[in-house]
Nanobody, 121 residues
């Protein structure tokens, strides 16, 4: 059964860091580009970042550029999102999703469960 499980969320003070993990099971993650998204209460889902199968191609939303870094370890079937300099406005449920392609183009066909990130003092 195909699964994507996001973990690593929690509560952190402004300026702090967290590393989220997106673990895949039931399929070989290294055949697909993977993206990270978030959704805050009352707001639309926001695309944050995407990484190609090789890890060479990445992109970021302006809201997280320079603070978040996406990476992957295909041997571990896992994609990561390192989040630094966190702000209260980063508070949201974070999700990972599987693209249809190897590159960060086209749509997504599977969404994993989310992990809550709360940034407050």
């Amino acid at each position: 059964q195909l699964q994507l499980v996001a973990s690593g969320g929690g509560s952190v003070q402004p300026g702090g860091s967290l590393r989220l993990s997106c673990a895949a099971s039931g399929f070989t993650l290294d055949y697909y580009a993977i993206g990270w998204f978030r959704q805050a209460p009352g707001k639309e889902r926001e695309g944050l970042s995407c990484i190609s199968t090789s890890g060479v191609s990445t992109n970021y939303a302006d809201s997280v550029k320079g603070r978040f870094t996406i990476s992957r370890d295909n041997a571990k079937n896992t994609v990561y999102l390192q989040m630094n300099s966190l702000k209260p406005e980063d508070t949201a449920v974070y999700y990972c999703a599987k693209r249809l392609a190897r590159l960060c183009v086209g749509g997504y066909d599977y969404w994993g469960q989310g992990t809550q990130v709360t940034v407050s003092s």
